[in-house]
């Protein structure tokens, strides 16, 4: 659709935006998409049925406001055992939030994050951050990130903040810190 100067619009493949976007297609284009949309919407069901599965891995479980039920079961299902990290940065190094370096003698630059580590579990983080802006106010981190101004600066933050939670959850699963102390609102799943 895009070759053809038509923006697809997000879920497409359901009913209601089907029919919307079907009688606007080119006819040559339209088989094609309908064996898409017959792929979407099995796939679509597919998630549908799992997601319940998923989310009940988390059922009774307490987890930071905001972090969701699947968000939780995805990450813990990614981790597996937290205490396998014996300090704050391998949180951090592992799901690939923190700076690349390049230092030589005394000087010390840090780059941009390396981004070499798990992605799902970043992707995830990173999610739950935007989540939590509204439901974490005293959250160290989410106060820095309302308080930025510039496009820029909020991507930034909003990096930060996800590495910062994924060492505040190392903190608090393997018992080193409680979440009043890292001023964290837990919620039951």
């Known amino acids: 659709m895009l070759s053809q100067g038509m923006q697809?619009?997000?879920?497409?493949?359901?009913?209601?935006?089907w029919q919307e976007l079907a009688p606007q297609l080119p006819p040559w284009l339209r088989p094609q998409l309908e064996r898409w949309r017959g792929h979407a919407l099995r796939l679509q069901a597919e998630v549908d049925e799992i997601t319940?599965?998923?989310e009940a891995l988390s059922e009774g479980c307490i987890a930071p406001k905001g972090l969701g039920a699947l968000t939780h079961a995805l990450v813990l299902s990614e981790i597996v055992d937290?205490?396998?990290f014996h300090n704050r940065r391998q949180p951090g190094s592992y799901i690939g939030l923190?700076?690349?370096?390049?230092s030589s003698g005394g000087r010390r630059h840090?780059?941009?994050?390396?981004?070499?580590?798990?992605?799902?579990?970043?992707?995830?983080?990173?999610?739950?951050i935007w989540r939590m802006i509204a439901l974490?106010?005293?959250?160290?981190?989410?106060?820095k990130l309302r308080a930025?101004?510039?496009?820029?600066a909020r991507k930034r933050l909003t990096v930060a903040a996800a590495r910062r939670l994924a060492v505040d959850l190392w903190r608090i699963y393997t018992g080193r810190q409680t979440p009043e102390q890292l001023k964290l609102?837990?919620?039951i799943l």
């Open 8 to 17: 697809a619009p997000s879920g497409w493949w359901e009913d209601e935006r």
């Open 52 to 54: 319940p599965r998923i």
């Open 82 to 84: 937290w205490s396998r």
């Open 98 to 102: 923190c700076p690349s370096e390049h």
């Open 110 to 128: 840090q780059g941009s994050v390396t981004k070499q580590g798990n992605p799902r579990v970043r992707h995830l983080l990173v999610e739950a």
């Open 136 to 143: 974490q106010p005293d959250y160290p981190p989410l106060k």
């Open 148 to 152: 930025a101004t510039g496009k820029r």
């Open 185 to 187: 609102i837990m919620t």
